[in-house]
Each structure stands twice: as C-alpha cells, then as structure tokens.
C-alpha cells in the first residue's frame, strides 16, 4: 500500500516543479499567427498584446510570462512554444 507523501516530499516536489517552470522560455512566430488573439485573451499576466494594423499578436512582455502554457494550448496555429 502506498504511503501518502509526507509535507517535505510534497514540498520538495512543488519547489522542482516551479525551477523546472522558471527554466522555460516562450518562443512566438508572428509570422505564423493569424490574429485570433487567444492567447491575448487567455494570458493571466498580460504579455500579449494586439496589433490591428497588421492584424497579429505581439509579445509584449516575455518576461512576466509565468509558463503557465494557456496561450500555446489557446494557439490554433501553433505559433508559440513553451520550452
């Protein structure tokens, strides 16, 4: 029967998760969004902008993103990476 973790493994674990998550970079290809402006919507932090003149995203501010992923999973075109 398995043991349930102990509030220093648990700890330990969550502290490797955010290092891991502090290591990942967001990589954009403007050229291949379309505009649908998801992850402009989705962005808990506000890195995303919009750009209505050539009707794009712009990553505004990479350095607030938090790695949370919801704009690469938001993205229909694939044009952004966590990694």
Known sequence: MNK???F???????VEIARTLRSL?????PQMCTGIWECYEVC????????LERGIAV???PEACIACGACVLQCPEEAIELR
């Open 59 to 61: 990553l505004e501010k």
């Open 25 to 29: 970079r967001l990589y954009f290809d």
């Open 44 to 51: 808990p932090v506000g890195c995303w902008s919009r750009d």
């Open 4 to 6: 349930p973790p102990t």
């Open 8 to 14: 220093w493994s648990s700890l330990w674990e969550h």
